[in-house]
């Protein structure tokens, strides 16, 4: 099995910065996509960021140009840097995986974390 740890998030003003981390760990063979979701009270789950074995990023049109996301295939993990918050970014972010495991290379499976999170106060 593949665990996710989140760390990062906090409590920060509009207009501050936040840089949260997700280190992917287990019998993992390969990691494809890895990415972020948020969920603010009352709301359903939703993409913030994404990024391919490639690099390859997409991005929720409420982030683009303010948060990045990247990622360190050697230490399987993810980045989301957040700039220019604002408060309507409050909400718990999530990180998650698509991966392989060892014991069946050929089966993509989807792994998230327990959540972090994150309140811009205004």
């Known amino acids: 099995q593949v665990q996710l740890v989140e760390s990062g998030g906090g409590l920060v003003q509009a207009g501050g910065s936040l840089r949260l981390s997700c280190a992917a760990s287990?019998?993992?063979?390969?990691?494809?996509?890895m990415g972020w979701y948020r969920q603010a009270p009352g709301k359903q789950r939703e993409l913030v960021a994404q990024?391919?074995?490639?690099?390859?990023?997409n991005y929720a049109d409420s982030v683009k140009g303010r948060f990045t996301i990247s990622r360190d295939n050697a230490k399987n993990i993810v980045y989301l840097q957040m700039n220019s918050l604002k408060p309507e970014d409050t909400a718990v972010y999530y990180c998650?995986?698509?991966?392989?495991?060892?014991?069946?290379?050929?089966?993509?499976?989807?792994?998230w974390g327990q959540g972090t999170q994150v309140t811009v106060s205004s």
């Open positions: 990024i391919t074995s490639s690099g390859s990023t």
């Open positions: 287990g019998s993992i063979f390969r990691i494809n996509a």
């Open positions: 998650t995986t698509d991966h392989t495991e060892f014991r069946d290379i050929r089966r993509v499976l989807s792994s």
